[in-house]
Every structure is written in C-alpha cells, then in structure tokens.
C-alpha cells in the first residue's frame, strides 16, 4: 500500500507493533491505541512513537500525550465512514496537533482534497494508480466555501476582503 | 434571485470537470459500481429501475426563467422531454445516459445548476418556504439564511461522509409553508422578548420507517452563531450517529436515543469550543449574502384594480382560479400565483419541456424573471401584478397549468413509486391519477375544501404520507400492491403524524377508501367550513375507520 507525503509516494519508515509482539527497539514504531494507552511509558522509547487511533474513540483522550507523539493515524474502515474527519479537524483545531497526521484504511483518490482540508498530512493509499495521481486529484478545487484545518481562506472571507462593507442590505 | 459570482461558478465547473473524470473511470472499469456509487450519489445520479436518473438541486425553491429554459433544454436533449418535480424543491430526470451525464451537468452549469449534495449521506438542498421573501407574514427573506448555510456546508471536507443523509430546512413565518418539523435540522427565525431576531432550533424529525418529529432543542439561537451552532450540530452526529444500521442512521434515530436533552448538551458542549471562532458570523458577512440577491423593483399599485375585479366579476372561471391560486402578496397590487402540476390524469410533479420554456416566458413577462418551487410539487410565479391575472390565467390555461384545485383533494403529493424507483414497493402515480379522476368533479372538490393528500410508495416516505391529512403508503403482501392509511397528519406549525386507520387495502380499492372517507368527513364535519384536518382531530379516525371498513 504506497504511502503518498507532501504529494510524493514515499517509503513509510514506521513499523507496526502487531498484537502482543515485543516493540522493536530503535525504529520508529506505530502502536494501537488500546495498547498506548495501556503503556504509556512508551513515549519515553528512544525513537519516534506513533499510535493508530480507532474511529470511535474521542482523541480527547489522546490530549495529554499530543507533544510526546510523532504521528497519528486514523482509521476509515469503510471510506464512507467519514468519523476521523471530525477527529482529524479537533487534533489539528482544538489540540493543535503539529505532527504527521496519517490516513488508513480505504483511502482513495476522490478523499483526497477533503482529506488534506480536514488535517491529514499523510495518506496510505489503497491503490497504486490513486497514488500516482495524488497532485491532481488533491487540486481539483480552487475555491472553497468554509474555513477548515488547512488554513485556506473561505469565498465568504474573500469577498469581504475584496469590498469591505461596500453592499448596503439591511442586515443583523 | 441569488445571483453567482465568480467563486460559485469557479466551484460548479470545477465539480463537472471531477464528475467527468469519474464517469471516465466507472465506463472504463477503473472503478467498480461499488465505489463509483457514492460519488455518483453526490452528484444526485441514483441507478434506477430502468435506467440512472439525475437529481438537480434547486436551492431553497427559487429559479430564474433562464435556468428553468435550461432545465427545459436538459430535458428535450438528454431526456424524454419532461422532468419531474419534488418534495424536497428539487427536479429530476429520469432517462438520461450516464454516459451523456456530464455533459448535462456542463449545460446546466452554464446558469449556475448542478446536482451537487441532491443525494449522498452528506447535506442536502437546503429547503424553505417557497414564498419567501414575498410572504406578508415573513419576519425576514429566509433564503439569506438558507444561502450562508449552503454555502458553508457545500463540499464540507467534514460533513460529506456522515452516517447519513442530512436535511436542513429555514422558515422566517408564523405559518409553516416549509414543514420544518420533518426535518433533520430545522430553523425558525423569529424575535426573541427583546426583539432581538434569532433562530429557534429543531433538531431529529423525518419520516420513513421510524417517524418522528423534530424536538426544539435551543429556542433562541442569535443570528452569528447560525453557522457554529449548525457544525456543531453536525459535528455531533457525524462522530456519534449510528453507522451499523443503515435504518437506524438518521440524527432522529441519535437524538431519540441519547434523548433531546442530553443530545442537547453535546451539542452545546461543542458548540462553546467553536462559537467565537471563525464561524462566528457579523454583521458584514450577512450583508455580503444579503446583497447578492436581488429584489424585483416593483411599480407603486393599488390592491385589487377595478380592471382585476371586473374580471373576476365577468368571468367565474377565472375568479374560480384566483380564489384557488393566488394568495396575497407583501407588495399592494401583487399576487403570488400558484402554477398547478396536478392536472387530472398526470403525475403529480411532472412538466415538460415545452411547459417550462413557456411558464420561463411567462416568468419574464409577469413575475420578474422568476420562478419558485415549492414542496408540495407545484410551481410558483411570486411576483404577478394583480391587473395582470386576466391574461396570465388565459396562457397558463393555454399549458395546462390553471388547474384550480390547489390545496384541494387532487393536490397531491406523490412519489414516483414503483414506475420509476428500486426502492417502492407499490405504484404510487396511478393511485393519484385514480384519485383525481373520481374527484374530477371542481364543485365537489372545492366543497371538500383544503384536503392533502400524499402518498408514498415504499417505507422511504418521499412522499411524506406521515404527514398527509390523508396519507397512503404502498406495501407488498404476496406480491400484490396494498395501501394503509393514515389520517390527520399534517406539517405546517401544528405539525402531528397520522393514525393508521386499519388493515392495508388492495390497489383497485383506494379511490373507493379516499371517497368514503371524504363521504364521512361531509356527514361528521359541524359546519361547512370546518376543514377535514379539524374534523379528525375532533372526532379522532374511529369513525373514519368504521365508515372505511363496514364493508370490507
């Protein structure tokens, strides 16, 4: 499953800790989330600490560990199942999460601009072809309607930039 | 009108130019059904019994002549010549290519049109009250609201993947033209003790199989928190609605179990994370919005000119279809004019295109340029000067749209049913032209006075029969199509479902019910204008039931 980083397909430099298996010492690991929150001594290891975080979980319970981790994935089971979205958007709005945030699951082409405006910084990609046409298909919009994780201006802040208070209609 | 400028059209082109692409992929194989399914969806392109079908939004009802030719052209070239006009103020064509789709969705992008978010368990065409901005008893035009709150929630990178579909509705008048109370969503403007204008908030009714009316859970919302409130709304339910049970996926189904108060809490909770943010709205932004529609400049006229009135006098045909269709405008010497698509015999909803290319003409001539459609699948020409009425009756008769029966018993309310759609059970269309042919009689009907009925033709509801005074739902027994009925539903501001009246009845003998029933309404009512929807609440369906059922 090629992973896709600032719109290159990258090698992914995380291991997944599986089950009970002992964590590799000295590369940088992505552990479930039950089991970081079961351990989380984990943070003091001395390489970079991921935690695959479930969809129904609230990442509020993630919040006192947000400096400590260097990546979080969320999960979309079904690319229907649109969850992580919100949780995306409070890690990055709410907790200021800085870090790599990472898509999993069913990540296809036409998520991908919602998926970046949302926060996500990282994409498992499930298909080869999805993945090599990441750029285009993360610019297919130029113009957005609401303010979102990704900073850029919304229409309606645009064109109040561009005419200040210049239409008179009653109003509030 | 809502008038586009260059970061909607920008928007609209560059969500052809993605569909485009998409179709390419599903034709050659580069997608499979199953994944080009919701992207379909979100375009308003459902597969049908018979062939894809496209959902074209209208926000919030209201159209220009030049977009209602432009659907008229959609609709010879890419269609059979007819589209089909909804409940939720929507239009759809029933007969279109896939391949040929996104050429259709080009030439409707030229004015401004698109089938974005008509489907897809994301937010869809925001609906309100199809006299908006020409009501005398609205507090303000609730389109400026509709219009903030499509805009924010269209292509919402957080909101398009939600457990299901999500349907928000605004009102701005004492009487509910919008049937806020069916909605997921709904917001009612009005003043608070200090008059102050703000939005009381309904959250979890729809139809369906599991109906239910939505529960007010903040009754005074101020104006800039509009969009806020709604994230936070949405947020809630996008992380906690129920996603295992497609049935059990609605925000109705959430706030039932959660219970209105605590969802209430959640809500708030969220909401006073995000209300002084960037959602938070002032008095500029809504003047942006505001400014971008224009308002017809009407002449100065007196009410009622003595030519209009003469007319009526000489003419009882047209004063027949005056009494009937039009209704009283905020404007002196204007009327709001009713354009009825019930004709008897037809599909309740259905125009063709040489239909809207002339009522486009006539919009120009009459009504500003403008058209509205509302919920119960009429349109509407809302600003008609009243010395006008006398030749708009004789060219809208001209095409077949000056049936006087709006609100009567043949107004109905049907879905497309098991002609058109996967999803019904049982037919619905011919159960209405059945019903308006023995009503044929206009004396009759107008002596049975307001009376709505609606049908739906699978558990769905699309043609919300919850909520008809009379309501028939098809359901399959054996193979064979059988109706139940239900009484005493309504959806204005006193909105209530109906009670089901007894055991389902066969498809031959449902105008015979609907006539009983009316025949009993006439024996029970107390006086001649007690309406058939307060007999049933004064007599409750008992009597209805034994009337209905004594010989079957």
């Known amino acids: 499953m090629p992973l896709v980083k600032a719109g290159q397909i990258v090698e992914d430099r995380y291991v997944r800790a599986v089950d009970d298996a002992p964590i590799p010492e000295g590369v940088p690991v992505i552990v479930p989330g039950a089991r970081f929150l079961a351990d989380a001594e984990l943070v003091t290891r001395n390489a970079p600490i991921g935690v695959l975080w479930p969809n129904d979980k609230r990442v509020a319970e993630l919040e006192p560990w947000l400096e400590d981790l260097s990546l979080i994935a969320l999960v979309f089971p079904k690319f229907r199942d649109g969850r992580a979205y919100s949780q995306a958007r409070l890690l990055r709005e709410r907790y200021g999460y800085r870090c790599e945030l990472r898509a999993t699951g069913e990540v296809l082409r036409d998520q991908f601009q919602f998926l970046l405006r949302a926060g996500f910084d990282s994409f498992e990609v499930k298909k080869e072809a999805d993945a090599r046409a990441f750029a285009q298909a993360a610019s297919r919009f130029s113009v957005f309607y609401q303010p979102s994780a990704d900073g850029g201006v919304p229409a309606l802040r645009c064109r109040l930039q561009a005419a200040p208070a210049a239409r008179a209609h009653e109003a509030v | 009108m809502y008038i586009y400028d260059a970061f ?32 379909r969806l979100m375009n308003g392109v459902y597969l049908q019994l018979h062939a894809y079908m496209v959902r074209i939004s209208i926000p919030y009802g209201t159209l220009s002549s030049e977009q209602l030719r432009m659907l008229a052209h959609v609709a010879r070239r890419y269609d059979r010549g007819y589209g089909h006009f909804t409940t939720r103020q929507n239009i759809q064509f029933h007969w279109i290519k896939l391949a040929e789709m996104p050429d259709a969705l080009a030439d409707l992008a030229k004015v401004g049109m698109h089938g974005m978010q008509t489907s897809g368990n994301c937010v869809r065409n925001l609906t309100t009250d199809q006299w908006a901005g020409v009501a005398p008893d609205e507090i303000e035009d609730p389109r400026i609201y509709a219009e903030v709150i499509r805009q924010h929630v269209t292509l919402h990178p957080e909101f398009s993947f939600m457990p299901r579909k999500f349907k928000i509705a605004v009102g701005a008048s004492a009487h509910d033209r919008a049937a806020l109370r069916i909605h997921d969503l709904a917001l009612r403007l009005h003043r608070n003790g200090a008059g102050e204008l703000g939005f009381e908030v309904m959250v979890g009714g729809g139809l ?88 017809p400049d009407y002449a100065r006229l007196d009410d009622s000119p003595r030519s209009f009135a003469e007319a009526r006098r000489a003419d009882p045909a047209f004063d027949t279809w005056v009494a009937n269709s039009a209704a009283n405008h905020k404007t002196p010497g204007y009327s709001i004019v009713t354009l009825s698509l ?125 909520v008809g005074h009379i309501g028939i739902l098809g359901v399959e027994k054996n193979g064979e199509e059988f109706y139940q009925i239900t009484l005493g539903g309504k959806a204005d501001e006193n909105a209530t479902l109906g009670t089901l009246i007894g055991p389902a009845v066969p498809f031959a003998q449902v105008a015979d019910v609907v006539e009983d029933i009316a025949a009993a309404y006439v024996e029970l009512r107390e006086r001649p204008d007690e309406l058939f929807i307060d007999t049933v609440k004064r007599t409750g369906v008992e009597p209805f039931r034994e009337r209905v059922y004594a010989t079957r």
């Open chain 2, 8 to 39: 909607d059209r920008t928007l609209v082109a560059e969500r052809v130019a993605e569909f485009r692409d998409q179709v390419a992929r599903r034709l050659s194989g580069e997608l499979t059904e199953d994944e080009f399914k919701p992207l």
């Open chain 2, 208 to 295: 369906g199989r599991t109906p239910f009316l939505a529960k007010t859970i903040k009754p005074f919302l101020p104006k800039r928190d509009i969009l806020s409130y709604t994230e936070a709304v949405l947020r809630t339910y996008n992380q906690f609605g129920r996603r295992d049970n497609i049935y059990k996926a609605r925000i109705k189904i959430l706030v039932h179990e959660l219970g209105a108060e605590v969802f209430a809490r959640e809500v708030d909770t969220e909401w006073q994370s995000i209300k002084d943010g960037a959602l938070a709205l002032d008095s500029a932004a809504f003047a942006e919005i505001a400014g971008r529609f224009r308002y």
């Open chain 2, 342 to 466: 019930k004709p008897e015999g037809g599909t309740p909803g259905d125009a063709t295109a040489d239909q809207m290319d002339a009522i486009a003409d006539l919009a120009d001539r009459y009504s500003f340029g403008e058209i509205r459609v509302g919920h119960e699948q009429n349109l509407v020409l809302p600003h008609v000067a009243q010395r006008d009425l006398p030749e708009l009756w004789r060219k809208l008769d001209g095409i077949g749209v000056a049936t006087p029966n709006v609100n009567l018993i043949s107004d109905i309310i049907a879905c497309p049913g098991l002609d058109y759609c996967g999803l019904a059970n049982a037919r619905s269309i011919p159960i209405a032209q059945q019903i308006a042919t023995r009503f044929r009689d206009r004396n009759l009907a107008r002596d049975l006075g307001r009376l709505h009925i609606n049908i739906s033709g699978c558990i769905n509801a699309c043609g919300h029969h919850h």
